[in-house]
């Protein structure tokens, strides 16, 4: 079963290990209640803090004492400071998330465990995908914190607690659940419309419909929770990986200008190109995966409206269609970040044309500062 520790699928694996940075709650699956909650919330408080100290001697540190910060134009100055407080902002809320809303938490567990059953993802396949994703990452993120440990002379160590690498681990962390749990979803949605196609050979009876239309509830009560509990972190994730990219492509523009000529010039550009390749496929695979899911949940309506053509106006069998079409399209639901805007591919092109329209104006805004 889905998330399930003691269950017989590599997504235990997923579960303990989002436990240790408390991106998921302490839950007990046999007693389905919290386990330790005040040692949770203990050990949350303490990361919070941590985190919270560590954005404080960052943000200081570039005001104060860094040489290499003080070559930025002021926007630059602005953009990377400012993306140092959103990063830890989405981290603490993250980790605060696991203490609220413990009910919700607790519907999507079950639900989750439900719909996957039938576990359709295979171990070895789930842990190649996971274990190869965390290897990119931490590869890549450890090239980042050497290059600007090396740029802002500080030890790797210090610069893995005052960089922002961190908090877009917990980011790729939160975002790589959240894609599992709609895959999961997208997974039941399928299943469920492969059902309503061979319903007619199955034959129709108005109890196996009944089950299609309260399958397709449960999966749309889902949906509802996710958005409430992942939503507003999404939304800040796409936030801030607009301002970073922008931060990013702006740096890159102008670091020529800056008069660095050291052996860092390559390696600083690369990590910047990085960056931006982590951020966006870290917002576009969530994006993508939304939106494939909803078309699924989308197309049971057209399917039941394919399976009432198989039959007269007034017979029973339309009838029975119709009235779980109906039923079924107040369940309809799509992917929001906290309510504010739906999840869909237009958030891509949308967030694609943000950012080369600010790149546009800050790179004229810092030309007469250069």
């Known amino acids: 079963m889905i998330l399930k520790p003691d269950g017989g699928d590599g997504t235990r694996f997923l579960y303990i290990y989002l436990n240790i940075f408390l991106i998921t709650p302490w839950y007990n699956f046999k007693k389905e209640s919290l386990y330790r909650p005040h040692l949770s919330k203990l050990y949350g408080c303490v990361l919070v803090l941590l985190k919270t100290a560590c954005t404080v001697v960052t943000v200081y540190r570039d005001f104060h004492g860094s040489q290499y910060l003080e070559k930025f134009v002021f926007s630059q100055k602005i953009g990377h400071n400012l993306t140092t407080v959103v990063t830890s902002v989405i981290t603490t809320i993250i980790i605060t998330k696991t203490f609220w809303n413990f009910g919700s938490w607790q519907i999507l567990l079950k639900n989750c465990q439900y719909v996957n059953r039938r576990p359709s993802v295979e171990t070895k396949k789930f842990l190649i995908e996971f274990l190869t994703e965390q290897t990119v990452f931490i590869l890549l993120g450890g090239y980042l914190v050497f290059v600007w440990s090396s740029r802002l002379r500080m030890t790797t160590l210090t610069g893995f607690f005052l960089t922002d690498i961190t908090d877009l681990y917990y980011e790729f962390l939160l975002i790589y659940f959240v894609k599992y749990i709609v895959k999961t979803l997208k997974a039941g949605y399928t299943n469920l419309n492969k059902r309503v196609i061979f319903q007619e050979k199955l034959g129709l009876t108005e109890d196996s419909m009944k089950n299609h239309a309260q399958n397709y509830r449960l999966l749309g009560q889902t949906i509802d929770i996710v958005n409430r509990l992942f939503g507003f972190q999404i939304m800040l994730i796409i936030f801030h990986s607009g301002l970073h990219t922008v931060n990013s492509l702006n740096f890159g523009i102008l670091y020529t200008k800056l ?112």
């Open 259 to 370: 008069e660095f000529t050291d052996s860092h010039f390559y390696h600083v550009l690369m990590s910047s190109v990085i960056l931006i390749l982590i951020l966006l496929y870290n917002v576009f695979s969530v994006i993508i995966v939304m939106d494939s899911t909803v078309d699924e949940a989308r197309k049971f309506h057209d399917l039941c409206r394919k399976l009432e053509d198989h039959f007269s106006v007034n017979s029973e069998e339309a009838k029975i269609i119709d009235k779980t079409s109906t039923y079924s399209k107040q369940f309809f639901r799509e992917f929001s970040a906290g309510g504010y805007f739906k999840i869909n591919k237009s958030v891509i092109i949308g967030l694609l044309g943000n950012v080369a329209a600010y790149i546009v104006i800050t790179t004229q805004f810092n030309m007469s500062d250069v």
